[in-house]
């Protein structure tokens, strides 16, 4: 699967990155939204990471931008962040994101959302 993880953070974005290629996934890193509208079409991701809180557009707004995009409508698209009340799953929502994970990722919590991913995409290709 390819990966685009999107988060001003270089720490946060490496490790993430780390996570997938652990599990054998080809990942993309930006450090902005501006820059992941930049690349997606090239990078063509099957899954999104955004961090929600970037200095350039918070992750709201660009997974927005992404929803209109045809390369992005139907990709998974997955909120990260520090933060997580009802507030910011319900902005989630509205924003078009699949799931929201709280940072620090970890590994069993990406499995299992990869898990989930498998399981619709194979449903949806049925």
Known sequence: MK?????????SAFITGQLFEILGHDVHIVHSALDALMVVEDVQPDLVMVDISMPDIDGYE???RLRKLPVARNI?????SGWCNEDNLEQAEE???NQYLIKPVELNALQ???????TVTSQSSN
């Open 95 to 97: 924003a078009g994101f």
């Open 62 to 64: 660009l997974c927005r």
């Open 76 to 80: 998974c698209i997955i909120a990260q």
């Open 112 to 118: 299992a959302l990869l898990s989930s991913f498998d």
């Open 3 to 11: 990966v685009l993880i999107v988060d001003d953070h270089i720490s």
